[in-house]
C-alpha cells in the first residue's frame, strides 16, 4: 500500500506541474513520495540480510533483473512512440540511480553493521542527514551525485527491519495512529521538501505498524508490483497527452494511458525480457563451460606432450 500511495502522490505532482492544473497541496507537496519509497526500499531489500548470509552477485542480479527490463521498455517507448518525451524520463530517472547506488553498497554496509546494526546505521543516518542539510541546491537529475546524503531515508526503513528482529515489542499497530498522521502533514503541509526527514519517518512508523498484519489483497499485490512502471511511464505519457488534452481530459487519459502502460509492462513486456535475458545468459554460461573445457582438454595434451 506504501507503494501505491507513493506512486500516486508522484502522480499528483507531475500531473500539477505538466498539466498546470490547481490541484491540492497534496500535488504541490507530491515529491514526497520519492522519500517514502527509499525508506520502503531499505526496509524489503536490506530485510533478508539480517537472517542469512547473502552471496553479493546472485543478490546484485536479482536486482538488477527486477529493474532494468522495465527502464529498458520505458527508455524504447519514449525514444521510439512517445517522440521528445525521454526529458520527462529523465526527471524520474535520477531516483532510480540512486536506488542502484543504494543496491549496490548494501552488501558492504550490512557487512560492516553486522553484530551492530542499530549503532552503526542510525550513526551513519544521522551523518547522511547532517549532510543533507548542508549540500547545496542542484538539478534533481545530478543528484545522484550526492546519493550518500539520502542513505538516511533507506536508513529509516532498515532500522525497521532490525526493530522487527532484535526489539518485536517495539513493533506494532499502535505505530499506524502516529504515521499515518505524520504522513498526511508531509503530503500536505507547505514548504516541506524532500530533504527533510519526515516522509521517511511517516513511512517507516507505518511499515512499522504493519509488520503483524497478514492480510493478502491480490490486486493490491499487482498494484505494488506495478508502481514501478507506474512511476517510470506516467511524467512521459502526461506530458505527450498534454499535447492534445487539458484539464480533465488529462487527468483521465494520464490516469487510464499510465494504468495501462503499467499493466502490460509488469505482466507482458517485464517477463518477457527476464525470459530473453535468461536464454542469453545461459547460452552464455554453456558457452563458457564448453571452452573452459576445452582448455583444460588442451591443457592436459600439452602436459602429456
Not at 492544473?21 to 500535488?27: N, R
Not at 520519492?34 to 520502503?40: K, R, S
Not at 513486456?269 to 525470459?275: A, C, G, L, T, W
Given at each position: 500500500m506504501v507503494?501505491?500511495?507513493?506512486?500516486?502522490?508522484?502522480?499528483?505532482?507531475?500531473?500539477?506541474?505538466?498539466?498546470?492544473?490547481?490541484?491540492?497541496?497534496?500535488?504541490?507537496?507530491?515529491?514526497?513520495g520519492?522519500?517514502?519509497?527509499?525508506?520502503?526500499s531499505g526496509f524489503l531489500v536490506y530485510r533478508p540480510f539480517l537472517y542469512r548470509e547473502i552471496a553479493p552477485w546472485p543478490y546484485l542480479r536479482r536486482r538488477f533483473s527486477r529493474v532494468l527490463p522495465a527502464l529498458l521498455a520505458a527508455i524504447l517507448a519514449c525514444a521510439l512512440?512517445?517522440?521528445?518525451?525521454?526529458a520527462w524520463l529523465d526527471g524520474v530517472m535520477w531516483t532510480l540511480v540512486i536506488e542502484l547506488e543504494f543496491y549496490a553498497l548494501l552488501p558492504f554496509i550490512a557487512r560492516l553493521s553486522?553484530?551492530?546494526?542499530?549503532?552503526?546505521?542510525?550513526?551513519?543516518?544521522?551523518?547522511s542527514y547532517v549532510g543533507a542539510q548542508f549540500a547545496p541546491e542542484v538539478d534533481p537529475t545530478v543528484a545522484p551525485l550526492f546519493g550518500p546524503v539520502v542513505f538516511w531515508c533507506f536508513a529509516a526503513g532498515m532500522l525497521v527491519a532490525v526493530a522487527e528482529r532484535d526489539l518485536p515489542a517495539l513493533t506494532g499497530r499502535a505505530w499506524l495512529l502516529v504515521g499515518i498522521p505524520l504522513a498526511v502533514i508531509a503530503a500536505w503541509v507547505p514548504g516541506v521538501i524532500w530533504t527533510d526527514a519526515l516522509p521517511a519517518i511517516a513511512t517507516a512508523l507505518i511499515i512499522a505498524g504493519s509488520l503483524n498484519i497478514r492480510a493478502k489483497v491480490r490486486w493490491l499485490a499487482f498494484a505494488?508490483?506495478?508502481?514501478?512502471?507506474?512511476?517510470?511511464?506516467?511524467?512521459?505519457?502526461?506530458?505527450?497527452?498534454?499535447?492534445?488534452?487539458?484539464g480533465f481530459g488529462l487527468v483521465a487519459f494520464g490516469l487510464a494511458g499510465t494504468a495501462i502502460a503499467a499493466t502490460l509492462s509488469v505482466a507482458?513486456?517485464?517477463?518477457?525480457?527476464?525470459?530473453?535475458?535468461?536464454?542469453?545468459?545461459?547460452?552464455?554460461?554453456s558457452l563458457y563451460r564448453l571452452l573452459r573445457l576445452g582448455l583444460v582438454r588442451v591443457r592436459s595434451a600439452v602436459l602429456r606432450a
Open positions: 507503494r501505491v500511495v507513493a506512486a500516486g502522490l508522484v502522480f499528483l505532482h507531475h500531473l500539477a506541474a505538466i498539466g498546470n492544473l490547481p490541484l491540492t497541496q497534496f500535488a504541490a507537496n507530491g515529491r514526497e520519492v522519500p517514502a519509497f527509499f525508506a520502503l512512440v512517445l517522440s521528445g518525451q525521454l553486522r553484530g551492530h546494526e542499530l549503532p552503526v546505521l542510525g550513526g551513519m543516518a544521522t551523518l505494488a508490483d506495478a508502481s514501478y512502471p507506474w512511476y517510470l511511464w506516467h511524467a512521459p505519457l502526461l506530458a505527450a497527452i498534454a499535447v492534445a488534452y487539458g507482458v513486456v517485464e517477463p518477457s525480457i527476464r525470459r530473453l535475458s535468461g536464454v542469453a545468459e545461459g547460452q552464455l554460461l
